[in-house]
């Protein structure tokens, strides 16, 4: 036999040991203990990290999204509510930049330093109800669910509902299988922590509720302490905004009504159907890239289920989690249904990241210690060939559809135009930007001056500034010629600043060759009162 064919085998029989020894060194490290939190760690800031890049290469041709403009205008004035949400995102936002400059790409580093959070918060969750193998799992079947990553890239209320609605429903498991006042403490402030994020969570503290009342262990917690010191420290700690709720006459209700209230069940019921379409659609990769680690190669498919009892599952727990999740899957369509309520997809960000814990807390469920390497073996060829191309998807994307004003225009280039323009002209900081969220949020972003934004005609103001404020201190209004509600804009305008200089300014952003779309802005320079 030659030498040319025996090394071909010898050196796949080096490999298979090779792999294999990779393959326990991780299944020890995610069981030991001592081990286990450094991995899950490691892992949520290699993820972090990767991602961070990945997205900075994706949205290279783009301004950040509108809704990350508007958090870091928020966290500009520390307040107890935004008009439109509670005041969480907004606080979290002022702090990040506080120590991070105000550049894309840390917007970027936020959205995945929270979902990285999330990750470690979901391993925590998972050690109540699986082994620490399960746990790890889990945690990497989570990374491969989009909102994880690529649909992760803005930092909003939705997306920070990825850190306290898993620290919800941890302290409800630690409240559930302790039982004592000082669980019940922890609930009570996950719980606020959770509605000081956004009032959507009422869906998910519900869930919980229902899950408490229908558990067969419902008396045990019932009778305790646990759930009514929870109520209790709630309430107390949901005071101070409450009272701000109050005293701006509960301006966040009026936008969920104004914006999210339907006349056509028809309309609303093709809405349900896409939220539902669509959260199923995100969900099917996931479960699939999981089905694949735990059966592959096929002979072995049968050795994943097996009958018994199974100690790496607790199943009082386990039932805790399948509640909750089928009671947050279904709830929300069907009371989209029952109201007639506008139903975003985005809604559904927050609600399914247990689905992966339900479907490994199955008993008759199997995990081979293999089927660790293979999910992270996965993630990282995921991971690294998302990076790998993200440069060419990038410029892809503008290439298809270079005429997107809302992805493409080039409102950075408008922000830094008009700061230097006011800054000629009166010798002062930029004080105020008047025009929609869409313009007025990136122009806080990306000015030099950071200028609060003042929203025309809307009744749920940010609080951020006020007319009256804005006619002393000057503003710059700025109508966008795209937008449907330029006829409006421009009669606010005439009515608000008859002294201002009027100006038209054209914007256009380019990027590796492509041309994004030429946006005329007509601008209103109002000058400081004297």
Known sequence: MSTASI???????????????????LAERARNP????????????CHA??????LINLKAAQDVHMDVAEAFAWGQK??????????????IAGLWFKFFPVRDWATYALAMTTLGTGLVISWFIALRVVDRRRAFFVVV?????????FKG???????????????????????????????GIWLGLAGALALMTKYWVLTMIGAIGLAALMHPDRLKFLRSPAPWVAIATLVVAMIPHLIWLKDVDFV????????????????????????????????????????????WPPRWLFRVWSGGDNPGVNRSQALNIWMIQIIVAIGPPLGGLAFSVYMKTDWGISLFFLVPLALVAMPSLRVQQTALFRIAAIWLVVTLATLVASPRIAALEMAENPNSASSYGARSQLARELTEVWRNKFGSRWAVVAGTTEVGEPMTFYSPDHPAPFTPGEVWSSGL???????????????DTTDGRLPTCEAWMEANAKDAEKLVMTTQRFFQGHPGPAIDWKIYIAPPAK
């Open 7 to 25: 090394l071909p085998t010898a050196s796949r029989a080096r490999r298979r040991p090779s792999l294999r020894r990779l393959a326990a060194w």
């Open 34 to 45: 001592e081990t286990s939190l450094w991995l899950v760690i490691s892992f949520a800031v």
């Open 49 to 54: 990290v990767l991602w961070t890049f990945i």
């Open 78 to 91: 520390f307040q107890f509510g935004y008009g439109k949400h509670p005041p969480l995102s907004g606080w």
């Open 141 to 149: 079947t989570l990374a491969l669910y989009p909102i994880f990553n």
């Open 153 to 183: 890239f803005k930092y909003n209320p939705d997306l920070l509902q990825l850190v306290t609605l898993p620290l919800l429903v941890l302290a409800y498991l630690d409240a559930f299988e302790k039982r004592s006042w000082r669980s």
């Open 252 to 295: 966040p209700l009026t936008y969920a009504g104004d914006v999210y209230g339907l006349s056509s069940r028809a309309q609303s019921a093709q809405l349900v159907l896409g939220y539902v379409g669509h959260n199923l659609a995100l969900l099917a990769l996931p479960i699939v890239l999981g089905a694949l680690a735990l059966a």
């Open 465 to 479: 500034t006020s007319l009256e404020e804005a006619k002393q201190l000057g503003f710059i209004g700025i109508c």
